[in-house]
T-cell receptor
Framework: GAVVSQHPSWVICKSGTSVKIECRSL??????MFWYRQFPKQSLMLMAT?????????EQGVEKDKFLINHASLTLSTLTVTSAHPEDSSFYIC???????????FGPGTRLTVL | RKEVEQDPGPFNVPEGATVAFNCTYSNSASQSFFWYRQDCRKEPKLLMSVYSSGNEDGRFTAQLNRASQYISLLIRDSKLSDSATYLC???????????FGTGTRLLVSP
């Protein structure tokens, strides 16, 4: 399967600051990457689908101006949480899919804590 | 109603036991089904895909019942290392996205 990395693995920030999370596909070119978040004891929820070279597609209820996604290359997608608030504290996970989109490989996740 | 429903557990079993998890899904048009495993504070990892005819991978057996919209996972001869949360995942055919259940927690004790 694909090797996916995320950076940072955890971050603590003050309310109002912006945080950028990187997702890298290390061993294959990912035309599509997905961003999820998971609150404690809840399921993973898809936030957006990131397509290389085009605008991301956001799920209903996810503010695109708050969660900025950039997928500028086939190996890198970034998620920026702008003006973070304590309710944004969560586990953010990216994934990449293979060509037929049947299998997704997940990054190790980034744990965000907003004070 | 949630799109994918699972019993959250926890299921507490001794080593060597056989344990089964169930999952129901609401979208009858779903075409692909998976079981993922998630360890505490880690990312989900694909355990196995689920095929219509049922499939087995070592100690793990997955079954799909399309008529009842029901998926199962059977683990035989449980190991301590099987302790984790097992996520039932369904692929939305229309939008090609994965829909996750909340997971069933398994605790295998010595």
């Amino acid at each position: 399967g694909a090797v996916v990395s995320q950076h940072p693995s955890w971050v603590i920030c003050k309310s109002g600051t912006s945080v950028k999370i990187e997702c890298r596909s290390l061993d294959f070119q990912a035309t599509t990457m997905f961003w999820y978040r998971q609150f404690p004891k809840q399921s993973l929820m898809l936030m957006a689908t990131s397509n290389e070279g085009s605008k991301a597609t956001y799920e209903q209820g996810v503010e695109k101006d708050k969660f900025l996604i950039n997928h500028a290359s086939l190996t890198l997608s970034t998620l920026t949480v702008t003006s973070a608030h304590p309710e944004d504290s969560s586990f953010y996970i990216c994934s990449v899919s293979d060509r037929n989109r049947d299998t997704q490989y997940f990054g190790p996740g980034t744990r965000l804590t907003v004070l | 109603r949630k799109e994918v429903e699972q019993d959250p557990g926890p299921f507490n079993v001794p080593e060597g036991a056989t344990v089964a998890f169930n999952c129901t899904y609401s979208n009858s048009a779903s075409q692909s089904f998976f079981w993922y495993r998630q360890d505490c504070r880690k990312e989900p990892k694909l355990l196995m895909s689920v095929y219509s005819s049922g499939n087995e991978d070592g100690r793990f057996t997955a079954q799909l019942n399309r008529a009842s919209q029901y998926i199962s996972l059977l683990i035989r001869d449980s190991k301590l290392s099987d302790s984790a949360t097992y996520l039932c995942v369904v692929k939305d055919t229309g939008f090609q996205k994965l829909v996750f259940g909340t997971g069933t927690r398994l605790l295998v004790s010595p």
